[in-house]
């Protein structure tokens, strides 16, 4: 089977914005390199700072999915494997904006309240693709500051198992709205297959996000995104991740959601003691003693419908223990081999 | 008022179990050097992998404190900087046990539930002095690991309000046991005081411990340290800390406690988001805006009374805004000053 | 238009599992009596003490649901009123069910640890029709005792907005798996229509059920159902309720769900303060003032994905102030008229 | 030993605000009567709708207490078995305060944000003796509702373990800020015995309070207090209560304290739980599935430091089995004995 590399750009009527019951845009082979546009979390009608929330956005076009893409010979308990080849941000600036009951300081209608919104604001950030940075300005004084750009994708993720669909807005077992800083170029996304075809999709690129995503939402851009998607066939994966899973060169980790937090925590804490059992023969005790004196365990978002926690470990510290046959760094090797994407 | 340079190592019946209710063991002028000698979380009572948690330890007397140090002049609103100029190991081992109901992935007095508690387990660390290291040896197997050894206190705090005393199991607005790695030498730690003298005391060694403290102890050892404890007086603390904060020479942070965890979060975003409003002159919603973007957000624990988290912000991101006027390089300044420590 | 009285006993292959997503089995006028049987939340493959869960059920196929049914001219808005007529048990015996990693003192897949699960036990409550009791008999010993039956409908909802589509397992603003025991024979729930046609369904009867609902499964029965639907417009309900309501002749009640619980017993209560302002011509500060001494809040369950609360107010103690004009009286005096139903 | 009929009204220098940590105003022989009197839990210092609580308070003296009372020869271990004889109103009004960043639908301390406070309003409500009503009147217009007093008492505790010393504002395993309208006369509540003398206090009156306490304060105001104080001694008291129980004619109780909520909830179950097992001799998952189907869950408070939640069981449902050796049927005998009580 020939290994494909396609190219995909949809049109405004081509977005899903769920996972699960969409109809798949294309259908791919294991092994193929996407080349994909992905819009803005506000489905582009956010432009300037005078765009505030309210009043641009549509509550039922946020988070645009690129796909969802049908992944041939994909099976519930196979794994999809999809390295992030290159995320490049699509357009000279990004937005960030303060929405009236949403974001982690303030009530929400998960955790409601009687006291007033904050007010609104939309903060444009111009990014200088030269210095690869996001710009800063405050709205009340003169502050600026130029930080770097490091950009992400919000959402990736695969159809639900249980003939459930959830909105894009939503992180859990399946992938979906995680919204962590290390969604970005050089990682490999591990994904349990629920459905036949995994409907993969991605979108809600950022161009910069802090961990827990406080106010709701990062510096949202379009984004250019290169991926390489495989498939780990049951077969090979009696490990297949009851939660999402990243690796890079440096770490292994695991992604839990819900609430409250801790269980999100808890959730992400589980899969890696489980993970570590497996690739290093300890048993459940030993790997969650040795987790705990190794583990990094920064938030991802606190501001989502569910909150997600990552469980990172530093495969430095460890032997050596290949994940998936070593599939991360053979696909990372293709990635290299691709050499400078031009979009 | 000549600053001093006191060496304290307590004896067996003069620690202290709370934060707040017991005597000071010394009084000491701000700016004051204090060398002194921390037991282990256990009290000195785990010393083999056979001594099991249950039958081992006395409930009543764990993290024992080293002080209360009554601080002279120190006054509630006024803010205690506590330089951690040195944490050494004391013993050539430390120990992690597993601790019946007790821990982030099993039922607590607090998250109750029916189910039996997980295998008792005691660990002991070899502590290399030479490599720096801790080796980690698997109970069901050969597995072994030599993992970098990284002193921190688990506990430090002060006095509470309100008449209160607290065990020193518990982490809150007063510090205590905060469990966090980023206790470690090199930071500067900032404590609004409560109670006039501020009763000052430190514990919970670590030689090592993994974001979240995920089975609930660390790698628990006794250890020698020296500090440097400063005041800044009411008059110049208008910006007095709600919550514990934290400065090392690339970050600044502060530390939520609270249930659920999500509680604690929010606890160090808002005092985060007014700190950065007063060092760069932001007004809030600019502040937590831009901390949306820069936010690094490690947990401390999800296994104590109260969960601790960390918000960081990378310094080095932003224009220079001297702390207190500059204090923490003060301090780091003073304790190069002192050459290497003996003990 | 007249009214319709329908009976409809689903075909095995005729069940939905989900809110949302299933093809609607009927449509019927608003008005209509609907005569229904539900199969009980094991789809019926529980029928004795030795039918332990783990074994015994289909983890696909819990929660059946009789729906959905299409609402003529229902469309998103509008509220849907349905008022309980008579709820029946269909078999002599119910049963309940411990199943492993399932329910409120034991971890879940939303709250996970390592602990071992607690023990699976099925337990077979003879239903007596003569004395309307269910009879509890220990498995550990000879203790029994009958228990006063109270029938009550675990899962009531309809579909929810954003293109999803949910489990039968999940309560949520669409209704769903409140579990609470107020659903019981004389009560009348509201829910806000999401899509058009509103797609009504019910099922998990319960012929009995702890507040809580704690180990997770309630006395589960096969049950007779006969209902009211009835539609009020949009124009009529600019009212519409955010979370569902129920009314019977003596409280008005709203019910909210989340994690943590706190996050239901919020929503509960901010959908009550809102609704006795509007009722009694309160300010919201008022309101929430008044409620405050007057709320009554028992729990629904701490077992399903989202949790459920109650907030219920004693109409009795305030001035009459009928509800979309005296709609649950109207009701109540329909089902009185349709005299002992027979089934 | 004879029984003692003691009377005492604390001077305004006599309160105490914590539990632990207070001198005992008298000593008691178990078995004696106590006529008290309780001042509100402003301090008296809210008379009037202009007394807003963030001027008129005093943080530090909130929820006065009456006592602690040393009961001699209480040690930790034993149960101390308070019987509430009359709750009766002190003055003829009481006041609600809506106080900033306090309550169960606003951010607080513990729940951190960034929005405004709600305002603030002071409510007075007449008490009526003759008919027993409190007057609610809005602010915002005319509406006026008398409702039924039903006093009762927000904190009932002992002095905790661990050299703790808490505020009277917690509630936690040794009783304290419950806050529960079951807290009303005729209610026996039984607390574990903490420290020698067991240190016992009371305070906090409600003229009546919704379950919940919504907004953070209940019908607040002064109470004249009966009680009679008895003990039961480690021997008979091997089922000492990990948490508070209220026992009154018709049902047993268990008050459970902790954040998120579903921990209040899990340590009012655990611990009922094991009052049934050993009541009825059920093994604890007979106990655990005969709760399930039994348990009437009101909140207490979802206001206070910590929640509080009850798990009530109809003692008529099952059957007879004597608490403590029928104490409660015996405390109540002697309190009718006591005839009228006059102040």
Redo the contacts between chains.
């Keep these: 089977m020939t290994e494909q590399h396609i190219t995909f750009r949809p049109r405004p009527d081509q977005f899903a ?2 996972f ?2 969409a109809e798949p845009v294309l259908r791919v082979r294991p092994g193929s390199v996407l080349t994909l546009w992905s819009e803005d979390a506000y489905c582009g009608r956010i432009g300037s700072a005078q765009d505030l929330a309210s009043a641009a956005l549509n ?2 076009e946020l988070n645009p999915q690129t796909g969802p893409f049908w992944i041939e010979g994909a099976e519930p308990g196979d794994v999809l494997a999809v390295h992030l080849v290159d995320l490049t941000p699509a357009r000279s600036w990004g937005a ?1 904006a ?1 929405i009236p009951f949403f974001g ?4 929400t ?11 609104e ?1 939309t ?1 444009i950030y111009e990014y200088d693709s030269t210095r690869h940075t ?1 710009q ?1 300005s ?4 003169d ?1 600026t ?1 130029a ?2 750009a490091d950009p992400m994708l919000g959402t990736v993720g695969v159809a639900p198992a ?6 894009s807005l939503v992180p859990d077992y399946f992938g979906g709205n995680m919204d962590t800083p290390e969604m970005r170029a050089g990682s490999t996304v591990y994904l349990r297959v629920n459905v036949e075809g995994a409907l993969f999709s991605l979108g809600d690129g950022h161009y ?12 949202e851009g379009a984004l250019n995104v290169t991926v390489i998607v495989d498939l780990i066939k049951g077969g090979e994966a009696a490990d297949a991740p ?1 939660w999402p899973r990243l690796e890079n060169d440096t770490h292994v980790m695991t992604i ?1 959601s ?6 999100a ?3 992400s ?2 899969e890696m ?1 489980g993970w570590l059992s497996r690739l ?7 790997a ?12 991802a978002n ?1 501001v989502d419908t569910n ?1 997600s ?1 990552l ?1 990172k470990v530093d495969k430095r ?3 050596s223990a290949p994940v998936f046959d070593g599939i991360h760094a053979d696909l990372a090797r293709r990635a290299a081999a691709l050499g400078t994407i031009s979009y």
Excluded: M, N
Aim: proline content about 8%; aromatic content about 8%; overall charge negative.
């Design positions: 914005f769920t699960g019951g509550p039922g960030s303060l982690g300081l303030t009530s209608p998960q955790d409601a309240g009687l006291q007033a919104p904050l007010d604001r903060y996001v800063f405050a709205q009340a004084g502050f500051v930080l770097p249980q003939r459930e669909v959830r909105t910069r996000q802090g961990e827990g995503e406080s106010c709701g939402t990062a510096v009851a839990g819900g609430r409250p937090l801790e269980g925590w808890k959730a804490q589980v003691v290093h023969g300890l048993d459940l005790l030993d969650y003693q040795l987790l705990s004196q190794i583990s990094e365990v920064p938030l606190v909150f926690c469980t510290l460890l032997p």
